[in-house]
């Protein structure tokens, strides 16, 4: 059974850090990357990170490069997204995935997970 479970999300100031956190499991972890994607209110679906479980390669969209750091622990088989500096914008719901080929469209990741929310007041 393939399982990816997010936590660590909530309610921040603006300016402020949260560390999201992403444990795969079952079939999922056989997975070549790890990405995390957000969703905002009436708004599709971004890429926001991926890393690759073997090297650790990490590609970033343009809007969080500098403020946000994905990272992984491959003996807990867990992928985190650090977040500083959030801003109101940053505010959605943020979903962890696993994929095989790494890349940054929706449709290369096979497994997701249920979200966590993040909210970033001003």
């Known amino acids: 059974q393939a399982q990816l479970v997010e936590s660590g999300g909530g309610l921040v100031q603006a300016g402020g850090s949260l560390r999201l956190s992403c444990a795969a499991s079952?079939?999922?972890?056989?997975?070549?990357?790890m990405g995390w994607f957000r969703q905002a209110p009436g708004k599709e679906r971004e890429f926001v990170a991926r890393?690759?479980?073997?090297?650790?390669?990490?590609y970033y969209a343009d809007s969080v490069k500098g403020r946000f750091t994905i990272s992984k622990d491959n003996t807990k088989n867990t992928v985190y997204l650090q977040m500083n500096s959030l801003k109101p914008e940053d505010t959605a719901v943020y979903y962890c995935?696993?994929?095989?080929?790494?890349?940054?469209?929706?449709?290369?990741?096979?497994?997701w997970g249920q979200g966590t929310q993040v909210t970033v007041s001003s």
């Open positions: 995935a696993a994929g095989t080929s790494g890349g940054a469209g929706r449709d290369e990741y096979t497994y």
């Open positions: 890393i690759t479980w073997d090297f650790g390669s990490t």
């Open positions: 079952g079939r999922t972890v056989s997975s070549r990357a």
